[in-house]
């Protein structure tokens, strides 16, 4: 196990009725702006719920925070928070506004253009912000981390500013998403867990069960999730499968890899295809190019969470790979480029991109612009 230093500030409240702890939760006195995405929090009244529990605050909305969030909306709300000088953020919606109002938390303290600070990486001064999650997929809602994308240019970048203070995370506002959010969110989750797992054998036993556990939860609970989505148990558990995907707490001390996330990014970038939807086609073309590398982790994950037991190593990293596909598959979702309409100038276009960038992806870093080729390659 590698040497660590973990904390994860953001208080967690969860449960039917919670929104209205928000008044006990925001400081009073705080001049708070409330981001929203495009409306869906106005069909399941999570809208009624925030404006009743902030009645005593003095308040700013700012609507139309889109699906990949862009740095050309979140200029304006920047530059609205700053006119109105609001000193407190609560994001209310799925990942796309709470990474959204990351950066506005950044920007809000910042002179020059909020996309500098994406490609800068690294934020170290923003004003507080909390969440009220309503999609279980990014677990944006408990880590520091946010995607932006840049219309203008076709990018999308992450960058990793400050956690939330709290998130408020009642399972009952997932009842209206629409199942392929939910699908998205599934794979979103798994891949997360898979990202701080499929690496190298043996660094945590602990870590291992832990992420075991998550997915072998999604696996357990998916099906009947996509049929009947207001089961609230099953929501919970889904909804907790996402924070506790990439809260940090699974990757005390391993290695990670990413190289899936920062394909798919390129395809939502390229194409606008949903994040979940993009992993469920590069995850399996990422694990057959580099099935060798990561044998011993395939084998160990065949067994545990699909229960292949036997056969040589090469047999059961193979039925590993073709299980998670179908998983992915039982879900609704594409898992080849074609099934997406993605052709190969795609491909030509992602590696011209890593080449400029100089990418090393993966746990080794042994991932670059030609071994991404190759892994497209192999999600035809
Ligand atoms: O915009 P509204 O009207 O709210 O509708 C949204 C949106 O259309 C809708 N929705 C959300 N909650 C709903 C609902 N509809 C009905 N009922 C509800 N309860 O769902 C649509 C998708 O929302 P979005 O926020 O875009 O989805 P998600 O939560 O999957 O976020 C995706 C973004 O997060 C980034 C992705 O790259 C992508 O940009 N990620 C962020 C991460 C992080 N911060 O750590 C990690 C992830 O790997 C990911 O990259
Ligand atoms: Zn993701």
Redesign the pocket.
């Known amino acids: 196990m590698e040497n660590f230093i973990f904390q994860n500030p953001t208080k967690l409240i969860f449960g039917k009725g919670m929104i209205a702890r928000l008044a006990k939760e925001i400081p009073a006195g705080k001049r708070v702006m409330v981001t929203?995405?495009?409306?869906?929090?106005r069909?399941?009244g999570?809208y009624e719920q925030v404006k009743e529990a902030l009645k005593d605050f003095e308040t700013v909305e700012f609507w139309g925070?889109?699906?990949?969030?862009k740095v050309e909306t979140l200029r304006e709300a920047i530059r609205l928070g700053k006119e109105k000088k609001v000193d407190f953020l609560l994001a209310v919606?799925?990942?796309?506004?709470?990474?959204g109002t990351k950066l506005i938390a950044a920007g809000l303290l910042y002179d020059g253009d909020a996309w500098d600070l994406v490609l800068k990486g690294v934020c170290r001064n923003a004003v507080p912000l909390a969440a009220v999650s309503?999609?279980p997929?990014?677990?944006?809602e408990m880590?520091n981390?946010?995607?932006i994308?840049r219309k203008e240019t076709a990018e999308?970048f992450?960058f990793h500013s400050f956690n939330p203070v709290f998130s408020i995370l009642d399972p009952t506002?997932?009842f209206?998403?629409?199942k392929w959010?939910v699908a998205?969110?599934i794979a979103?989750t798994f891949v997360?867990v898979m990202e701080q797992y499929m690496t190298r054998p043996g660094q945590s036993r602990l870590m291992d069960r832990w992420a075991e556990g998550i997915v072998r939860s999604l696996v357990e609970i998916a099906p009947s999730i996509m049929e009947n989505q207001k089961d609230y148990d099953k929501m919970a558990d889904f909804m907790l499968c996402a924070t506790m995907g990439?809260n940090h707490f699974i990757a005390m001390g391993v290695c990670e890899d990413w190289a899936t996330?920062m394909i798919g990014?390129e395809l939502?970038a390229l194409h606008g295809l949903?994040?979940?939807a993009t992993l469920a086609i590069v995850l399996p073309g990422l694990w057959r190019t580099l099935k060798q590398k990561k044998m011993a982790k395939l084998v160990q994950l065949g067994e545990r969470v699909w229960g292949i037991c036997d056969g040589s190593d090469e047999e059961r990293a193979d039925r590993t790979i073709e299980e998670t596909e179908a998983f992915f598959r039982s879900l609704g979702l594409p898992t080849r480029l074609g099934d997406a309409q993605i052709g190969d100038d795609t491909i030509l276009e992602i590696e011209r991109r890593f080449m400029k960038r100089n990418v090393s992806l993966g746990e080794d870093g042994d991932v670059t612009a030609e071994v991404a080729r190759r892994i497209l390659e192999n999600c035809k």
């Open positions: 929203f995405g495009g409306g869906s929090v069909t399941n999570v925070i889109e699906s990949n969030p919606g799925g990942g796309s506004v709470i990474d309503t999609l997929a990014t677990g944006s880590n981390g946010a995607v994308s999308k992450a506002v997932t209206t998403l629409p959010q998205c969110g979103d997360h990439l996330h990014h939502t949903t994040h979940g």
